[in-house]
């Protein structure tokens, strides 16, 4: 089993950056597959951001490709979101979520764990 805490998220004006950190309990976070989620009131949740359990395959949605870049650290037990060129439509609660198995995990009911989410409000 693994906890997941999410933190970095804020405000932040179109245009920044922010960087998302999710620090995970555990000694076996390289066996896990990592993955970003975001959810914006009235909206169902949607992926933003995947990774393989060793960095070396990722997935992003359509609407942040080229924005967003997702990377970890297995050695700190660290998945990180580096959010750049924020739009107000990013506006989410953003969750990271875990799942144990070797390949990219894509949708929500793949992961059975985690984070409690931090806010990020980009504003116009």
């Known amino acids: 089993q693994v906890q997941l805490v999410e933190s970095g998220g804020g405000l932040v004006q179109a245009g920044g950056s922010l960087r998302l950190s999710c620090a995970a309990s555990?000694?076996?976070?390289?066996?896990?597959?990592m993955g970003w989620f975001r959810q914006a009131p009235g909206k169902e949740r949607e992926i933003v951001a995947a990774i393989r359990w060793s960095g070396g395959s990722t997935y992003y949605a359509d609407s942040v490709k080229g924005r967003f870049t997702i990377s970890r650290d297995n050695a700190k037990n660290t998945v990180f979101l580096q959010m750049n060129s924020l739009k107000p439509e990013d506006t989410a609660v953003y969750y990271c979520?875990?799942?144990?198995?070797?390949?990219?995990?894509?949708?929500?009911?793949?992961?059975?764990?985690w984070g409690q989410g931090t806010q990020v409000t980009v504003s116009s």
């Open positions: 979520a875990a799942a144990r198995t070797l390949v990219v995990v894509t949708t929500a009911r793949e992961y059975p764990y």
């Open positions: 555990g000694r076996t976070f390289s066996s896990y597959a």
